[in-house]
């Protein structure tokens, strides 16, 4: 670097953008945290909470909804299958595609993890407005829609509404 180049923390953009990430990351080692006696992590929580919304969910669809390949995905669905915190099926219609639903327990578990992570978020957001929290979400959304306009990469599917009730 020489001395006329601007040094990236000085720009607004880049220290607020670490702010963001720095967010995240301390929200995703409070959430695992909170989740602790649950014996889940927030992998299994995306898995979970996504299963709770969309009962019978394909493998395939699962994954792209997380953003994630399916052989992640794979490494994950066995250990919650074990647990007997969801099914895995063979669709009637095409015998190559596996739907998955939360089984009773993981349904119970599902609503214990959400209502921890429910509390957290409202922790969390507790000192913004009703407003500063919209405007936040309406900020995320306008980042993930340039970060995803030219890649092959599709935004997980978000909740507006809930984001507008915030």
């Not at 720095?22 to 898995?47: E, F, N, S, W, Y």
């Amino acid at each position: 670097m020489n001395k006329n180049q601007v040094l990236p923390w000085d720009n607004p953009r880049f220290r607020n953008w670490i702010a963001v990430a720095r967010a995240c990351q301390v929200m995703g080692l409070t959430l695992t945290r909170a989740l602790q006696p649950l014996d889940i992590k927030p992998p299994h929580l995306d898995i979970l909470v996504n299963l709770f919304r969309t009962p019978g969910i394909s493998q395939q669809d699962l994954a792209d909804k997380l953003l994630v390949g399916r052989s992640n995905l794979s490494m994950l669905l066995p250990q919650l299958e074990k647990r007997g915190l969801l099914v895995r099926s063979i669709d009637p219609q095409d015998r190559r595609i596996l739907r998955l639903e939360l089984t009773a327990d993981g349904t119970r578990l599902t609503e214990q993890a959400i209502t921890i992570q429910s509390a957290l978020i409202d922790r969390t957001m507790k000192s913004s407005t009703a407003e500063e929290c919209n405007l936040v979400g309406d900020v995320m959304m306008r980042m993930i829609s340039e970060l995803t306009q030219s890649e092959d990469v599709e935004p997980a599917d978000t909740a507006d509404q809930d984001r507008k009730t915030a």
